[in-house]
Each structure stands twice: as structure tokens, then as C-alpha cells.
């Protein structure tokens, strides 16, 4: 093989590594003189030209000129007759050039030279991947199934970039086939082993805050903020709002006409139900609208202790019906609460201090059937009783006026004594 034709040899690499040619010959060169050095144990006396418009490659080897049988170092020295074999004039003391051809090298040289170059170019390649996707960490990205394992997804984009979308940053309803589209964030880029690994989520809190960016132009333009996120992906997510322009309407902008704009992103999160609510500084009105549907009386905020990690607590009271809403099913909706807040939420029904005592605890005093008439109208405890109006409990329940003023009694006397 020709020093000349070898660009060309290698123009694979630049085609499928997308390598400019200026690159390419820079790292030929690092290539060439690694393998000189190793060939003849150094590679300062050697010339490399390299001439990116032609695309050609010559090696020159110099080496200055001595007398016959005098050689002590073959690398830098070359007798007077092997010289003039070169050119007939050379004499002694002169500096003789020579070119090197690829043959000269030897074999083992030129598949090494290989296996070095392809190694160098795919180190280029994945540093300039790595450099690329850590840039875009935390925005929003597509890519297309190409592999489906059972622990993870592997995608490729246009570029023939490989993604992988783990088991745990799939949203429990995901379900994709191959070659289907996918989106997500771009959660964390590394190098393991040179090679960049791209990790996308789906489950993120910052994926749905990308999400309201592209469905939602006043927040694309930057008229309504995001200011807080908190998810339980598939589930429900809670996300709080504020726009510095009073003629916006931060919560309407973002839901639609029945819903119409957050329609999309619910269906991109598989069903996720969004609550959007306003944000403000005032901690307890936040609360307050992180605990929507259900509606806060009144709630006492802890101070924090002294030299714990643990979040600030605060009690939160409502009425007996508003603690199930509170809570949610599986305790979904205190947990988002909690977390969009950053409080300790311990939802209290309102009532007399602190302790409660369960209707359970009665069926001495009082009879059974009474006991399940009120459990039948949601009331279990003592408090959740004496909260209550006695008319309210006469059209919520069967029971008689004078049976429900008796049971009242008898309650109140527990937490008087």
C-alpha cells in the first residue's frame, strides 16, 4: 500500500464517524509517530507531510551520514554506502532524507497502525458525544426503540446515538415497540470506559416542567414561571405557578378551556393526573393549595429542630370530611403536598386538643347499633362526633334527637374527665 492512497484508505472512518478531514489528519499523524517510535524508538528525527487538499501522506526519515562501519545508532545514523545508494553524492557529515513507505514498516506495524487509528478516531467520537449530551442534560430529547430488554430500553436518534432508558425512569404504563418514537429528558451523561453512557428519564419532575415548556407558549416565553414540581409518575403530579403579569391567569393559561392544553401532557405521562395551582410566598396559604381538593381550617406550624435533617412538621386541621381528600387514595395526594412543600404534613381532623378516642371504644355506654349508624355516616372517632351540629346528625343519620344529645354527652364526658 502507497503512503498516497492512504487517506483514502481510511475514508470509512470519516464517513461513519462524521470526523472532518483537518482532524483526521492530526490524529494520522499522532498514529504514524506512536508507531515510529515504537518501530525504530523514537520519532524525532522522522518528517510527517500531510496534505489535507490532496488527501496524500509522506514520511521522511533523516539521518546524518558516516563513515562505513561506524554506525552506533541505525535511527540516526546511516553509512556513507547506504547513503549513497539514496543519492551518489552524499558524503560524510551531510544529512541524508529518506522516504519511508508503509511496506517499510512491516505488517505487524500497519495492522497495529489500524487498530491504533480506529481506536483514536471512536476516542474522538465519543469524547465529542460526551461533550455534546452533557450540554443537553435536563432538556427535553427524542429518540427512536431500537432494542427492548427487560431492565431497560435502548433507543438511537437520527445520529445513530444510543440512549438507554432504564426500567426505573419509565413511567409504569410506558409500553413502546420498536422503532416507536420516545421522549424524555436527558437525566445523566458519563464516561464508562471512554464510552459515553446516556441515561433519558421519563419519570423525572423536570421531564413534566420541559413538557409544559413545549404545550404551553406563556411558559415557553417565559410570562408564567414554573416554580415548583413534585410527581408520583403515572399517578398524580402537583404543579405550582406564578406569572409577574397580573392580567395572566397562571392556572387557567396552563389548563385550557376544560382542560384542553394540559390534555396532551397527560396523555404523553400516560393518564398522570395534574393538579396545577398557584404558588406564593405565604407558606400557609401554599399548604393550603398543595392539600387541594380538600380544605385546610386551620394548621400550626413547628419550629424546625435544632441539628436534625428532617423536614419542618405542621399540623394541619380539617374538617372530619375533608381528611380523605387530604390524604388521597393511597395516600397520594399528602405525599405530593409534602413534597411540593417541603413540610411534614400531619393532616388532624379539627377538634378539642390533641388525642382522639375511637367510637369503638364506647360500645359499653353505648349501644352498637347507634355505634354503626354513625361509622355508616363517616364518624369513627369521639371528636368526629362533637363536631358535628346535632340537626346535621339527625339528617345524616336515623337516630333521634334526645339518642344523639346522649351520645354527646357521653363523649364530651370522656374528654372533660
Same mark, same amino acid.
Given at each position: 500500500?502507497?503512503?498516497?492512497?492512504?487517506?483514502?484508505?481510511?475514508?470509512?472512518?470519516?464517513?461513519?464517524?462524521?470526523?472532518?478531514?483537518?482532524?483526521?489528519? =492530526?490524529?494520522?499523524?499522532?498514529?504514524?509517530?506512536?508507531?515510529?517510535?515504537?518501530?525504530?524508538?523514537?520519532?524525532?528525527?522522522?518528517?510527517?507531510?500531510?496534505?489535507?487538499?490532496? /488527501?496524500?501522506?509522506?514520511?521522511?526519515?533523516?539521518?546524518?551520514?558516516?563513515?562505513?562501519?561506524?554506525?552506533?545508532?541505525?535511527?540516526?545514523?546511516?553509512?556513507?554506502?547506504?547513503?549513497?545508494?539514496?543519492?551518489?553524492?552524499?558524503?560524510?557529515?551531510?544529512?541524508?532524507?529518506?522516504?519511508?513507505?508503509?511496506?517499510?514498516? /512491516?505488517?505487524?506495524?500497519?495492522? =497495529?497502525?489500524?487498530?491504533?487509528?480506529?481506536?483514536?478516531?471512536?476516542?474522538?467520537?465519543?469524547?465529542?458525544?460526551?461533550?455534546?449530551?452533557?450540554?443537553?442534560?435536563?432538556?427535553?430529547?427524542?429518540?427512536?426503540?431500537?432494542?427492548?430488554?427487560?431492565?431497560?430500553?435502548?433507543?438511537?436518534?437520527?445520529?445513530?446515538?444510543?440512549?438507554?432508558?432504564?426500567?426505573?425512569?419509565?413511567?409504569?404504563?410506558?409500553?413502546?415497540?420498536?422503532?416507536?418514537?420516545?421522549?424524555?429528558?436527558?437525566?445523566?451523561?458519563?464516561?464508562?470506559?471512554?464510552?459515553?453512557?446516556?441515561?433519558?428519564?421519563?419519570?423525572?419532575?423536570?421531564?413534566?416542567?420541559?413538557?409544559?415548556?413545549?404545550?404551553?407558549?406563556?411558559?415557553?416565553?417565559?410570562?408564567?414561571?414554573?416554580?415548583?414540581?413534585?410527581?408520583?409518575?403515572?399517578?398524580?403530579?402537583?404543579? =405550582?405557578?406564578?406569572?409577574?403579569?397580573?392580567?395572566?391567569?397562571?392556572?387557567?393559561?396552563?389548563?385550557?378551556?376544560?382542560?384542553?392544553?394540559?390534555?396532551?401532557?397527560?396523555?404523553?405521562?400516560?393518564?398522570?393526573?395534574?393538579?396545577?395551582?398557584?404558588?406564593?410566598?405565604?407558606?400557609?396559604?401554599?399548604? *393550603?393549595? =398543595?392539600?387541594?381538593?380538600?380544605?385546610?381550617?386551620?394548621?400550626?406550624?413547628?419550629?424546625?429542630?435544632?441539628?436534625?435533617?428532617?423536614?419542618?412538621?405542621?399540623?394541619?386541621?380539617?374538617?372530619?370530611?375533608?381528611?380523605?381528600?387530604?390524604?388521597?387514595?393511597?395516600?397520594?395526594?399528602?405525599?405530593? *403536598?409534602?413534597?411540593?412543600?417541603?413540610?411534614?404534613?400531619?393532616?388532624?381532623?379539627?377538634?378539642?386538643?390533641?388525642?382522639?378516642?375511637?367510637?369503638?371504644?364506647?360500645?359499653? #355506654?353505648?349501644?352498637?347499633?347507634?355505634?354503626?349508624?354513625?361509622?355508616?355516616?363517616?364518624?369513627?372517632? *369521639?371528636?368526629?362526633?362533637? #363536631?358535628?351540629?346535632?340537626?346535621?346528625?339527625?339528617?345524616?343519620?336515623?337516630?333521634?334527637?334526645?339518642?344523639?344529645?346522649?351520645?354527646?354527652?357521653?363523649?364530651?364526658?370522656?374528654?372533660?374527665?
Amino acid at each position: 500500500m502507497e503512503n498516497i492512497a492512504l487517506i483514502d484508505s481510511f475514508s470509512e472512518f470519516k464517513d461513519d464517524k462524521s470526523i472532518d478531514r483537518v482532524t483526521l489528519m =492530526a490524529i494520522l499523524e499522532d498514529v504514524f509517530r506512536a508507531t515510529l517510535k515504537r518501530k525504530f524508538g523514537s520519532d524525532d528525527n522522522f518528517d510527517i507531510i500531510i496534505n489535507p487538499d490532496k /488527501g496524500d501522506l509522506e514520511i521522511w526519515r533523516n539521518r546524518v551520514v558516516v563513515a562505513d562501519g561506524e554506525v552506533e545508532d541505525p535511527n540516526e545514523e546511516i553509512s556513507l554506502t547506504e547513503a549513497r545508494k539514496i543519492e551518489p553524492d552524499f558524503e560524510v557529515g551531510e544529512d541524508a532524507s529518506e522516504e519511508v513507505k508503509l511496506i517499510d514498516l /512491516g505488517r505487524r506495524s500497519i495492522l =497495529a497502525l489500524r487498530q491504533n487509528l480506529i481506536a483514536k478516531i471512536q476516542e474522538h467520537d465519543n469524547t465529542n458525544i460526551f461533550k455534546q449530551f452533557k450540554d443537553l442534560e435536563g432538556e427535553l430529547y427524542s429518540a427512536e426503540v431500537h432494542h427492548i430488554k427487560h431492565n431497560a430500553i435502548i433507543l438511537l436518534d437520527d445520529d445513530g446515538n444510543e440512549l438507554v432508558l432504564p426500567k426505573s425512569e419509565q413511567i409504569r404504563s410506558d409500553y413502546f415497540r420498536k422503532g416507536e418514537s420516545v421522549r424524555g429528558i436527558i437525566k445523566t451523561v458519563e464516561l464508562r470506559g471512554n464510552k459515553p453512557v446516556i441515561i433519558m428519564s421519563r419519570t423525572a419532575p423536570e421531564f413534566l416542567e420541559k413538557l409544559f415548556e413545549q404545550e404551553i407558549p406563556e411558559v415557553f416565553d417565559g410570562l408564567i414561571t414554573i416554580k415548583k414540581v413534585a410527581r408520583i409518575p403515572g399517578e398524580k403530579a402537583k404543579v =405550582a405557578v406564578d406569572s409577574y403579569d397580573d392580567r395572566i391567569d397562571p392556572v387557567g393559561a396552563c389548563v385550557g378551556m376544560k382542560g384542553s392544553r394540559i390534555h396532551s401532557i397527560v396523555r404523553e405521562l400516560g393518564n398522570e393526573n395534574i393538579d396545577v395551582i398557584n404558588y406564593t410566598n405565604n407558606t400557609q396559604l401554599l399548604i *393550603a393549595r =398543595a392539600l387541594s381538593p380538600a380544605k385546610v381550617v386551620s394548621m400550626t406550624i413547628h419550629e424546625a429542630e435544632e441539628g436534625s435533617d428532617r423536614r419542618q412538621r405542621v399540623d394541619v386541621f380539617l374538617k372530619p370530611e375533608e381528611v380523605s381528600k387530604a390524604i388521597g387514595k393511597n395516600g397520594v395526594n399528602i405525599r405530593l *403536598a409534602c413534597q411540593l412543600t417541603g413540610f411534614e404534613l400531619d393532616v388532624q381532623r379539627e377538634g378539642y386538643g390533641d388525642e382522639d378516642v375511637e367510637l369503638t371504644e364506647f360500645s359499653d #355506654e353505648i349501644d352498637t347499633w347507634i355505634l354503626q349508624e354513625l361509622k355508616n355516616a363517616g364518624l369513627d372517632t *369521639a371528636k368526629s362526633v362533637l #363536631e358535628q351540629d346535632v340537626n346535621d346528625l339527625i339528617k345524616r343519620t336515623d337516630l333521634e334527637e334526645e339518642t344523639i344529645i346522649e351520645v354527646q354527652r357521653i363523649l364530651k364526658e370522656e374528654f372533660d374527665s
